[in-house]
């Protein structure tokens, strides 16, 4: 069955980077991509991007254009999404999902990333 | 950059209602439109693809229906099971804020 896997909570004072990775299993992992949506506290669902896990083709939010950059590792099914400049209102359940060129099918647990000093 | 606006915001109902949700978006999206259900700590479920297809093992009681600018989510009859809060998202870009559906 398809599975999306994500590493631990985090946390991090402002201005630092995270790195969030993502392992999928249960299906061919260059056939579709990878989205990532963060969901700050008591908040709704923010589209952050997404990376094509076949060519590597990513499309990312426009607020995070130049902090945020999504990449695959097709030897070990695994995607990462690194946000830099950390600030408080990044704080937010990091989600990743398996893309369908459209829509989302399959998401990962969660993973907390706190920012705070 | 596409806006998607919903309504109502919080809905409540009861068990039995037939329960509708809009989704607008700023200008014409086509068909390219999905709905999500989630629950709290929870990730998001995927119930409605290209507006109006049904995602595998969903209850037939979701439908989506609309295209261009104006969609709507439908469930015919609620469930306990389906209190919680629904998402549209234009295809590779933005979510709605979201539909609260609460118990009346």
């Known amino acids: 069955q398809v599975q999306l896997v994500q590493s631990g909570a985090e946390v991090k004072k402002p201005g630092a980077s995270v790195k969030v990775s993502c392992k999928a299993s249960g299906y061919t992992f260059t056939s579709y991509g990878i989205s990532w949506v963060r969901q700050a506290p008591g908040q709704g669902l923010e589209w952050m991007g997404w990376?094509?896990?076949?060519?590597?083709?990513?499309n990312y939010a426009q607020k995070l254009q130049g902090r945020v950059t999504m990449t695959t590792d097709t030897s070990t099914s695994t995607a990462y999404m690194e946000l830099r400049s950390l600030r408080s209102d990044d704080t937010a359940v990091y989600y990743c999902?398996?893309?369908?060129?459209?829509?989302?099918?399959?998401w990962g647990q969660g993973t907390l990333v706190t920012v705070s000093s | 950059d596409i806006q998607m606006t919903q309504s109502p915001s919080t809905l409540s109902a009861s068990v039995g209602d037939r329960v509708t949700i809009t989704c607008r978006a700023s200008?014409?999206?086509?068909?390219?439109l999905a709905w999500y259900q989630q629950k709290p700590g929870k990730a998001p479920k995927l119930l409605i693809y290209k507006a109006s297809s049904l995602e595998s093992g969903v209850p037939s009681r979701f439908s989506g229906s609309g295209s261009g600018t104006e969609f709507t989510l439908t469930i015919s009859s609620l469930q306990p099971d389906d209190f919680a809060t629904y998402y549209c998202q234009q295809y590779n870009s933005y979510f709605g804020p979201g539909t609260k559906v609460d118990i009346k």
């Open positions: 999902a398996r893309w369908r060129e459209g829509d989302i099918d399959y």
């Open positions: 990376i094509s896990a076949y060519n590597g083709n990513t």
């Open positions: 200008q014409s999206i086509s068909s390219w």
